[in-house]
Nanobody, 120 residues
Framework: QVQLVESGGGLVQPGGSLRLSCAATGSIVSIRAMAWHRQAPGKQRELVAGIYSGGATKYADSVKDRFTISRDNKNTVYLQMNSLKPEDTAVYYC???????????????WGQGTQVTVSS
């Protein structure tokens, strides 16, 4: 099993910045993709940004040029969020597509979510 723990959420004023982190524990063999999703009240969960095993990245149009996804060599993924807007307010979830020594199939694992609130 893989456990994901997000951190870094909070309250920030419009125009401010936050950095989210997602740390993974478990006997991970390989990760195909790491991503951040978000869900605002009354809305569907949406993909914010993803980073893939070859290093390619993908962003939602609404966050391009403001958010940056990155990863380190310890299976942690980050989301640097700049120029935050009230419409970025949501619960942010990290998601890994990974396999483990006990389960060779790649599966999607989710964190518990971290609240980001952008308000003056």
């Amino acid at each position: 099993q893989v456990q994901l723990v997000e951190s870094g959420g909070g309250l920030v004023q419009p125009g401010g910045s936050l950095r989210l982190s997602c740390a993974a524990t478990g006997s991970i063999v390989s990760i195909r993709a790491m991503a951040w999703h978000r869900q605002a009240p009354g809305k569907q969960r949406e993909l914010v940004a993803g980073i893939y095993s070859g290093g390619a990245t993908k962003y939602a149009d609404s966050v391009k040029d403001r958010f940056t996804i990155s990863r380190d060599n310890k299976n942690t993924v980050y989301l640097q969020m700049n120029s935050l807007k009230p419409e970025d307010t949501a619960v942010y979830y990290c998601n890994y597509n990974a396999n483990t020594y006990s389960d060779r199939f790649h599966r999607h694992y989710w964190g518990q979510g971290t609240q980001v609130t952008v308000s003056s």
